[in-house]
């Protein structure tokens, strides 16, 4: 990391909480802050606002989680692995910072695919929002850096009427501090840390609240936190004859699923006595610790306050996330000494600005919100590919001669070139959302919130498939440069010369909606039914190309064939060319209402002229309409309890899919169009403060019917590309709680916990493959996962102490519902502690997490043939130190 830019960060750091020049102006008007002491007892109160109104958590009749400020703080949470953990019905897919899907509930079919998470990455089940907007992206989320935030609040089951698409499994929010008037205010944290066989990770983070008038004020934060790596990059070496190509069918993969028949290599038997395969050597990549990252940014905000009923706050942010290697390892060399073979440089940067605006006031009697926000994501990504050497059998075309690939026999010759790959992608992803809601005062028996939303996604990527072998290779003389098919959108050509594949596609997501939901007090504060319902209308588009070199090495110019010209395949006029093919004669232009034999007239075989009948029928867009419905019965018999029953329904979109119309043997065709997967959630919650409020029992029951469910799949024998599909119907069923316990008897003492119980099952396979099988559980879904956590504080003189354990355990879950792609990950227990001093306005705590130095399998993947496990970072102790204005 560039250790410059960390020094200079941390200057502004310190700078940024030193300005008494600013507060002798308002240390006047600054209210008295009493002394901070210890806990005295009672659990609590966390005020949330997931109905969109401000309540007590004790009073909202849904499943929600809320994690404090002062929690926040006490649990060191930063970022977003940070916060998963203390939520045990949320699990999250992906690997390392910036590269992760949020689950909850168990809701999950698939680990994400990185490499194309833009174009081809399914939109997420799970909402994230910071405070008033939605940062949800395709294939992957945005990767918040937990800085002065009032709170998290985890809402769990469908939350579609309020929070739109991409909330069918839950929503987890982030709601930031505001500028205050009430005073200046600021602090700062500074922390370091030491990992057992890693390196040693540093951060820093400072805020500032500023009046500036007694209608205005400012507030900012800045933070720096660099982590060191912990895994290791050892020395290896790879070559072509472990290539899926010389694979025989009936090969039992790692994972126990076997090679069937149409996924057999293709020269597999053959005698490759004669073939020369020169070996790939990571020498000049081997490092210890490679995964070390960077996260730095700033928030500052403003609120202006125009009446006592009107305000405006604005916000904006930037972030960069920069982070090399991968946070994986290979459980075949040592996974408790987490070591990987990395052939290529893997490296991301990740970089968002996030402007917001919110305007707050009082109509009549009615409250008013308007709130909008414009985010602007570029992340540039390098990434190891050469696993795909064990799952792609025409690899060997492109770097080996053709001497060995084409003599068709099972006695080849020649030359075989080192298999190292990569691809380098470029991401650009925008948004624009607002929302325009309407709340009837709380007071009233009747209560409405109602209101309409839009957004605009724009997500530009492109993806250069790199194999540097095939510059040296000779299949049939060397390859020329190639360009892209004529839809292309932000690179005209031609590729570098070693680039094989390129995706160069804009794809739009477009939605608006109209929802409302309508509380009637049957019995006034104790009988409430609610209803709520939503309109959505969204579209998904695709522009571009995926095109590919194939052909090329035929001829002295580019062939322009085998790829896929995404304008014309969706764009809904009735025709196709047909460019698959290394014969110009047979590029030809059909239309819409030719039959197969009228194709097949022109000279095109039978599965040509199928793919292009298909291609026909292809949509414009991924269009989905509808409306869904929510309904809740509330009954409080007294203020400390609260039991309700509730039906809800939740959505997201569609996609359309790149290698759409693409067949294979078994006759399975990719569809063209993915359809929005639909949820109904049937649910019994309680909620209860207990024995004068110094115990607290939340909790639920609930049952999940999921139809057409979405999923990505990376099947060679079907096509090359990722694609999605309507793989299967699923059902789930669960219950989840959490307690918290703080007694009078015993001043200081918190003790709170929380779990989660699955049962999950595919219920009907939809998709035509052998890859998703009725009976088995869904991806991310642990039968059980749970948390402990004990806080003592006491008091010494004008000293206040603290020590707090805290435990974590998740059961065993599998990462994919695609056989082929799933591994299974084992369960795990782990162990943290922290310890603190504080005085006045400082505190200092010394922490240990991961005490059992356990290797928890958070995440993985067996995408290539080769198992890939994410874990926690190895045993980890350091001392932070706070200071508060």
């Not at 109602?450 to 390859?479: C, T, W």
Request: with cysteine.
């Amino acid at each position: 990391m560039n250790t410059l830019r960390s020094s200079a960060s941390l200057g502004v750091l310190a700078a940024a909480i030193a300005s008494p020049a600013m507060a002798q102006d308002q240390q006047a008007q600054a209210p008295a802050q009493p002394q901070q002491q210890a806990r005295q007892g009672g659990v609590g109160t966390i005020v949330v606002t997931a109905t969109k109104r401000s309540e007590d958590l004790q009073d909202v009749a849904i499943s929600v989680n809320a994690i404090g400020e002062e929690a926040l703080d006490e649990l060191g949470i930063s970022t977003f692995d940070d916060y998963l953990v203390q939520l045990p019905n949320v699990t999250a897919g992906g690997s390392g910072p910036g590269q992760s899907t949020i689950y909850v509930r168990g809701l999950a079919s698939t680990t994400p695919n990185l490499t194309t998470a833009g174009v081809a990455g399914l939109a997420p089940n799970v909402s994230l929002y910071l405070d008033e907007q939605p940062l949800a992206q395709p294939g992957r989320n945005l990767d918040v850096y937990a800085a002065d935030l009032e709170r998290i609040e985890v809402l769990a089951g469908p939350q579609g009427t309020l929070f739109g698409a991409s909330s069918q499994a839950g929503v987890v929010r982030l709601i930031t501090n505001k500028p205050s008037l009430a005073g200046f205010d600021a602090g700062f944290d500074l922390e370091t840390s030491f990992t057992k066989g890693g390196e040693t990770s540093y951060k820093g983070e400072a805020m500032v609240n500023v009046p500036v008038t007694n209608s205005l004020a400012l507030r900012g934060v800045l933070y720096l936190d660099d982590r060191g790596g912990y895994i290791d990059n050892v020395q290896g070496t790879r070559t072509l004859r472990e290539s899926a190509r010389f694979r025989p069918a009936g090969t039992i993969r790692d994972n126990g699923v076997p090679v069937n028949a149409l996924r057999g290599g293709f020269q597999a038997g053959a005698n490759l006595g004669n073939v020369t395969f020169l070996p790939t050597d990571n020498a000049g990549l081997v490092e210890e610790d490679f995964n070390d990252t960077q996260y730095s940014g700033f928030r500052v905000s403003a609120l202006y306050e125009f009446t006592p009923d009107w305000r405006l706050t604005v916000s904006h942010g930037r972030q960069s996330i920069e982070s090399d290697g991968v946070f994986f390892a290979d459980p075949a060399l040592d996974l408790d000494d987490l070591e990987i073979q990395r052939f290529e440089e893997d490296r991301i940067e990740d970089d968002y600005s996030n402007t917001s605006w919110t305007v707050e006031g009082r109509l009549a009697m009615l409250d008013v919100v308007y709130t909008g926000a414009y985010t602007d994501r570029e992340t540039e990504q390098r990434v190891d590919y050469t696993d795909y050497l064990f799952v792609g059998q025409y690899l060997p075309y492109y770097i080996c001669d053709g001497s060995v690939t084409y003599p068709g026999a099972a006695d080849p010759s020649g030359t075989c070139q080192p298999p190292n790959l990569y691809v380098a992608s470029v991401t650009d992803t925008t948004v624009f959302t607002q929302e325009l809601r309407f709340n009837t005062p709380q007071e009233n028996r009747w209560r409405v919130t109602a209101g309409g939303f839009y957004s605009d996604l724009e997500l530009k990527e492109r993806n250069d498939f790199a194999y540097p072998g095939n510059v040296i290779a000779q299949p049939f003389g060397p390859f020329k440069p190639n360009f892209p098919q004529d839809g292309f959108t932000t690179d005209p050509g031609p590729f570098p010369a070693d680039t094989i594949f390129r995706n160069d596609i804009r794809r739009t997501d477009k939605q608006w909606g109209i929802f409302g939901e309508l509380s009637f007090d049957i019995v006034p504060d104790v009988l409430t039914i609610t209803g709520g319902a939503r309109y959505y209308d969204i579209e998904v588009d695709f522009e571009g190309s995926a095109n590919g070199s194939f052909c090329n090495s035929f001829s002295a110019t580019d062939q322009d064939a085998f790829g896929t010209d995404l304008n014309d395949l969706y764009d809904g006029d009735g025709q196709f060319t047909f460019i698959g093919s290394c014969d110009p004669a047979l590029r030809q232009t059909f239309t819409q209402g030719q039959s197969i034999a009228d194709i097949q007239a022109a000279g095109l075989s039978l599965g040509q002229a199928t793919q292009v009948f298909n291609a026909l029928q292809a949509p414009d867009v991924a269009k989905a309409t509808g409306t869904i419905f929510k309904g809740t019965l509330t009954f409080t018999p007294n203020e400390d309890l609260l039991f309700y029953a509730t039906y809800s329904e939740g959505f997201r979109p569609g996609l359309l899919n790149r290698p759409g119309g693409a067949t294979n043997g078994a006759g399975f065709t990719v569809p063209f169009e993915l359809e929005t997967d639909e949820v109904k959630n049937y649910e019994i919650g309680w909620k209860m403060d207990l024995i004068d409020g110094q115990l607290r029992l939340n909790g639920s029951a609930f049952y999940v019917d999921i139809s057409r469910l979405q999923t990505t799949i990376f099947d060679p024998s079907i096509t090359n590309l990722f694609f999605s599909d309507n793989a299967a119907d699923a059902e789930i069923k669960g219950i989840e709680g959490e307690f918290t316990i703080a007694p009078y008897s015993v001043p200081g003492l918190t003790v709170a916990g929380a779990f989660s119980i699955l049962d999950t099952e595919i219920t009907d396979v939809l998709t035509p493959t052998t890859d998703v099988v009725v009976g088995d559980e869904l991806a991310y879904a642990p039968s059980f996962q749970g948390n402990l956590r004990v806080r003592y504080e006491w008091e010494a003189g004008d000293l206040r102490f603290h020590l707090q354990p805290q435990l974590v355990h998740s059961g065993s879950k599998f990462t994919d519902i695609i056989t082929i792609n799933r591994l299974e990950l084992d369960s795990y227990t782990t162990f943290a502690m922290s310890a603190g001093v504080a005085k006045d306005n400082w505190s200092v705590e010394v922490f240990g997490e991961n005490l059992s130095d356990t290797r928890a399998q958070i995440a993985g993947n067996f995408i290539n043939d080769r198992a890939r496990i994410t874990t926690n970072r190895p045993l980890t102790a350091g001392i932070r130190f706070s200071w508060d204005y």
